[in-house]
């Protein structure tokens, strides 16, 4: 469960934008457990940790060969975080299902502040394609919060499964504070009987807020 959720949430750190500023602080990361009761009884709930973390995990998934981006410039954003040798780091997680969607949101503790990718201009919203896969990332506006760097991203992925073509996408918010960072990710989970729900995106935006504010005791 560990892997796949920081594979989840790192999915959507390939682009970001600031906002605020990043200020030394301590926190609970264990208290992003208590937005569970934010969710209502249509969604299924669980929460895992606090535990230990390999923070070469917040790296990413190396990229596939052959990908191609649009801008060229736009691969070294797509490369993920540079982490840090020696770091270590733990953490905790809330997972809510339900109306439709899936939220994951998850506190991490890191010795040491992990940089801060900042796509720049020119790659606020670029398209990448291999191996009959193509997709977009792009920026999508972050909740503003006092002391704290954020960013949001939206990422929509189409190929071919079966000979039929078939589409995902992530939004993907983080938070980042002295030695800590936010994440929440939101998804539609895929019913073949149901139509896809569109992300509520305005649920994933608070979640980030509400979990910052518990971690941080304000």
């Known amino acids: 469960m560990l892997r796949t959720l920081l594979v989840v949430a790192c999915a959507g750190l390939l682009t970001a934008c600031a906002s ?9 990361i264990a208290k992003v457990l208590d937005v569970k009761s934010s969710f209502g009884p249509a969604f299924k709930v669980s929460t895992f940790g606090p535990a230990g973390v390999d923070p070469h995990l917040l ?11 649009d801008p060229a410039d736009c691969a070294k954003v797509a490369a993920g975080l540079t982490v840090p040798e020696g770091l270590k780091g733990n953490m905790a997680a809330t997972t809510a299902e339900g109306e439709g969607n899936r939220f994951i949101t998850i506190a991490v503790e890191t010795s040491e502040a992990l940089p801060f990718p900042d796509p720049g201009d020119a790659c606020k919203k670029f398209a990448f394609a291999a191996n009959g896969m193509r997709g977009l990332d792009e920026v999508v506006e972050s909740p503003t919060i006092d002391g704290v760097r954020t960013l949001g991203t939206h990422r929509v992925v189409q190929t071919m499964v079966n000979g039929k073509p078939a589409s995902g996408e992530l939004y ?3 938070a980042a504070f002295g030695n800590y960072r936010v994440i929440v990710t939101a998804n539609p989970l895929i019913d073949p009987s149901k139509p896809v729900v569109p992300v509520n995106t305005q649920r994933a935006s608070d979640l980030l807020s509400a979990a910052v504010k518990a971690i941080r005791g304000n």
């Open 172 to 174: 993907n918010y983080v």
């Open 59 to 69: 790296s990413g998934q190396a990229l596939p060969p052959g990908v191609v981006f």
């Open 20 to 28: 605020g500023e990043s200020t030394p602080t301590t926190a609970d």
